[in-house]
């Protein structure tokens, strides 16, 4: 069983950063694709930027390539999202997620397929 934990999130003006951490315990998290996905009020979960285990492959929504960047530190049990350059359009709950087959990144923006995810932290933009 794998526990994910994010913290970071926070009120911030549009055109700021934020950055999000996820702390995952157990001992195999380093073999782990991670995700980070967001649900806003009304909305579905969608996918924001995806990690491979080694963190030498990245994956990112086309409305966030650019602006986030996703990485990790695996003697840490961590994973994080740089998020620069924040509309109120990112306004979300944020989720990160672990994928214990380690798809490449490429091909985990679904939320099918994450074995574990975290309680959320919740962003909001102000304009």
């Known amino acids: 069983q794998v526990q994910l934990v994010e913290s970071g999130g926070g009120l911030v003006q549009a055109g700021g950063s934020l950055r999000l951490s996820c702390a995952a315990s157990?001992?195999?998290?380093?073999?782990?694709?991670m995700g980070w996905f967001r649900q806003a009020p009304g909305k579905e979960r969608e996918f924001v930027a995806a990690?491979?285990?080694?963190?030498?492959?990245?994956y990112y929504s086309d409305s966030v390539k650019g602006r986030f960047t996703i990485s990790r530190d695996n003697a840490k049990n961590t994973v994080y999202l740089q998020m620069n350059s924040l509309s109120p359009e990112d306004t979300a709950v944020y989720y990160c997620?672990?994928?214990?087959?380690?798809?490449?990144?490429?091909?985990?923006?679904?939320?099918?397929?994450?074995?574990?995810w975290g309680q959320g932290t919740q962003v909001t933009v102000s304009s």
């Open positions: 997620a672990a994928d214990r087959t380690g798809r490449p990144p490429r091909i985990a923006y679904m939320t099918r397929g994450y074995d574990y």
């Open positions: 157990g001992r195999t998290f380093s073999s782990y694709t």
């Open positions: 990690i491979s285990w080694s963190g030498g492959s990245t």
